[in-house]
């Protein structure tokens, strides 16, 4: 079983930068637990500061067989991108849209989510353990 | 430890009508399934279609020694309900948004949250997933 | 055959306060002549100013053999309430949306309509007479 | 003692078009039924397709001795039209606003009416049922 | 020299109904009094209340030779026709807007004038007299 | 000589909980002290975080013989509820808009006030003393 | 086969006024230049500036046998007729909005189109080539 | 029999500055030809550039014995002054909105006029005609 | 003690016009009944038609020893005025709003309150009522 | 003669996902066809995910000698952004905005386009032969 | 050599108070530093918090010879004077627009500039050295 | 010490393409002024049409040892990119808002800066010269 974790703008940032906000654990020792933890799946870890890379990367995780579903934190792209909506709508795979900070208690422009339209649901404000509960989330999809 | 679930509006006919949308499980069987899975956990669940009691019991629940946290399901309120948002606000339990349905991808009149804005964060779209995933997130609560 | 009026915020004052507006006649009354007028109808008549309550009685009624549909006058709450316009939804009598006043001749914050959304229809500005159309409306249906 | 009917854009295709909307009996029909079923009253009807005409035949139906009111059903032209809202403010006649849809339950730039800022009341969503409703209202007015 | 007066919507009824509003002299004595007042001055006068025939009317005036200019009171028209102002902007004789009551004053919606982009001028809210400034603007224009 | 007040949602928390923002006194303490410092009157205090029941209190309260006037402190419900504000319009008792916190300094969603297009003014800012001053002005109140 | 083109108002001055941006050709000439470019088809044209004449004409033309679809150029009713909206969408022929100029680069009132809700398609920009590439499209269609 | 003219902000430049806007006359000309034209009348004649003081002289005009009206173009102050539209409304002698350019086909924000909503009426676009048909409106003035 | 009243545009006309709306006392009567009524206290009167002499006169009460706040009527400034706003922040003193109508009850344009942003509270509805309450908060002020 | 197609985001995957929206046919065998169809015409393909690519791609065609003109479909970046609309403006060649889909039938959000501020014109809603009337009118380009 | 320094509202307490905003030096001092810094130029300093003094002072400044150009920080009157942004319209003399506060990353309401509409440029953000940088770009002013 | 320029879409044109708008000076012979001009100042210079590389470099920028500032022109991105934005919060380098043009008196789709929500400063409309501002701006910050 494979999950696909995909990471938009300046999440490469974290774990390196506004600790404060984001915690002091990096994506790559966060994805380096998560292998430890779900030995039985395979994770993909992707991202990208490149709106269109990020369109890529869906087109082609759409191809991969085994893959149960995409954790997608488009970050500020969430709120902007019709093109990435639009991704997110022509692929196959169930998508669950991810923040680490609760968006809903942040600045108006960032209640916006053209990501959200076409994923299957969203879970925000957990810091890393928004990706936990999708991953649970995906490993018990049917 | 406690965990507390509170449903506001129409979500007393969850598995009784609308089953293609919020299937055919009642919350009571839910809830009952859910002790059985974690029988460390004593769940407190209570339902209402009243806006003011759901205040109320917010209130109450603040009082509960032992309560790690609540899920709350505020259905239509959440995005009418100032008073509301203005009770999770007031106590000092940490409060999820949970939604059944991905309201992200229905209304526009949905893609405003009062509780969203004094919640810790937010799952929404896997039907009583929801729930479940919110439980998982409050028992790592530190 | 049953036909149920359900009344919300402020009616309880019609015949009482601002006559001029409602006039003189009660609900009391009304219904009590609707009775006689249309002895072979069994009407079900319901107030309440709390929102909560109109949900509760909505999906008491969707459970009553013999139920022809529901005249609803959702008052201020028609404008304000997802939570009452979700109601309808979830329930499979058919509703129709009542006013006393011609709403749409009123404040630009009457004239949305969340009820509205889920209705098979809408009668509005002729007082008491609003109520007598439902019935015949009603009694008309197949 | 005389009833007026009036009606606005693309009505003239009921019972031609769209039979899943609106049914498949004529307007001519529908009057036909109505001069049966009201021999006591006479029915003055009216279509165009012509904003302007609908304002003149509102200017001439006010001179109309012995009619009770009209039933104004002006389509399209309700949500757009300043110019027809200022010539049911001109006339004397009692309006009722007809609407074969359920105006409220359909997109929101239907939901504005300049018409029914000066009509005496609303009924909308029940088809050809609509009008006789309006019939019986205007029947019993003093 | 030869002046226009184009009238919209529902201004065939001055004189004859809400004369509180517009006074009690109708159009034709208006223009009378104007004939004997100015008696060097031709004067052509159109009244309609169908949107197409006032742009029909507009083309054809601008091929009047010895036409001044135009005063149009486009009714309840001026606020919502995108048509009649493409008109008035096709044309090559001068424009001015006029109402006779303030506009100004009144509901927002007549905030919005599509004519006035592109006439010389407005006069509004002097009833009657509206209409004699903008001969005398006419009269005056170079 | 009578004078109550009714207080909204959330309200009975006060000097239980966010005493920064709301002082450390409860409002049962506060009525003591009114009743000792103005003897002369007679306090009617009522609480509830249910929309309706503050909307049947002051249908009730209507009827006090005596009363001189209503302080309202309607928290959130001031600013979504159209039929809190109905229920003002429909008594006939003065009724004060009262705020201890300063609402205009506040986030936008709560410079909308249903309640105060009927209250006879409004005093915010002052904490308690809020309260103080509106009995001040009831009590000067012809 | 025939294909019908049906233009709104002040389309008539076309090749007569304003030949910077419509060129100086007329409408009567381009059908001209089409009928001998196009002897296989049949051109029905039609042009108005009366919105319900419009209506009319595109009630009529459904019923026209062999007529492959309609080229409408609506000018400023696009953007302000719900009514002519309501007319594509009741009919049956397929219908494509042409406009001469690119509206989208025009002001903001234009970038509206009612029409364009139930058209198959758009042609804007090119003056009378917009035509030309519908007539094109329309022989085309299956 | 007098007449005051009152000029807000920038007007003192007129016939100085942008005169292919405003014309290369200046006010103190003007003044001086309306009273050789017009010798039966007295003009009052101030201009500021403070709005303070623009409302200072509305209250003072207002005493001035046999003062027929004010003619008062407020310049941009127009567009924003809540304060003079209050002043506006408090003086009894009536008072016409003069524009010397024709602010509706300007930018949006001189389309909101607060001085307009307690005039009697507007002229706006005639350059220093719009005063002189002022004066001609307010002698005419019963 | 010294207690400041700083009153905007138009309310030097207090108890000159609109004697309807704002009594028929002036303020100069009002603020001699309370240098009787209250002799402890000495009351520093200003009104000014002019933006920013409100602006200079804020400035210097912040340099006046012993007082205690300041009573800030900013009449039509108050829904306009960044500028004013900016002073009242910029000084220490606490100031409160005061209003002598009803502003929530009256247009949508006067709900806004640039200078409530920073002012410790507000009084509106009370005539002079208003000032009386502002004056008892002030003198209660630690 | 040479003319350019840009694709922009998600097009790449025409012809192999959403068939029933795009078709079956891939974008690679529509460039062969035209080819094919037009052996005198150079097509220069692009496609690319990447908005900042698409730019690039802009700023080099205009460079490339006997390009006639270039079609762009932007997809969802048509909708949000002003860096490529500002390319298009940059470019001295001749621009047509092409959509295969009516985007002025689909969700609000489209109906804004950045690109169209400064292209030539608009086709859409024809699928691929969007792009073929697109060839055509270059074809006939001066 | 001659440059010109216009300050608004609320900065002649520019040192005087909010020092951890705008910093402890008075604008005495700065340009007292200014004149030591640049010899070679005369510096005009003006400040008011009344608007139109400001407009009067941005008048006469057009007549004064040798001056290069205008630093205008109009303060509060930035985001809501038409006046002022007319004025600087008006003049010829450059203007750049100041701001000590980087207003863009201030209230919404502070993104408004109706003079900058005119000004050949902004600096803001910079406290002082905003006025500095200002100097250098009117100093390099050809 | 060291300075980076950074320029978003379309500046790679600067030089090139209109320039009547931008001057005819490339970006290359640019910063080799400024090298010759500034000896004692290393400069980094970086351009990128694509939204995401111009976020990866501003991330690596933040690492450039003895880099005391960024000039950052963001371009078309500066008015959509929420991702953009949130680089310049996530970084410590301050920043400084750069514009070519005063985007101020530019469409109001330009007025909005996710950008300037994070800089230190802004300063917009001096061409080339605005540069040269902000680098003497950054070689003073302490």
Chains 1, 2, 3, 4, 5, 6, 7, 8, 9, 10, 11, 12 share one sequence.
Do not use: W
Not at 12 to 26: A, F
Not at 53 to 82: F, M
Not at 92 to 111: C, G
């Amino acid at each position: 079983m494979k999950i696909a974790i995909v990471n938009g703008p300046n999440l490469n940032l974290t774990g390196k930068r506004e600790n404060d906000i984001y915690g002091s654990k990096s994506f790559e020792d966060f994805v380096s637990d998560m292998k430890k933890g779900f030995p039985q799946v395979e994770f993909l870890y992707f991202q990208s500061n490149v709106e269109g890379e990020l369109i890529n990367h869906l087109h082609e995780l759409d191809n991969v067989k085994g893959l149960k579903g995409i954790l997608l934190n488009a970050g500020g792209y969430t709120h902007t991108s019709v093109a990435l909506g639009d991704a997110v709508a022509a692929i196959e795979k169930p998508v669950v849209e991810i923040h680490m900070s609760n968006v809903f208690a942040r600045e108006d422009f960032r209640h916006v989510s053209y990501v959200g339209k076409h994923t299957i649901g969203c879970i925000a404000g957990f810091g890393m353990e928004s990706y936990l509960l999708g991953i649970l989330k995906l490993m018990n999809q049917a």
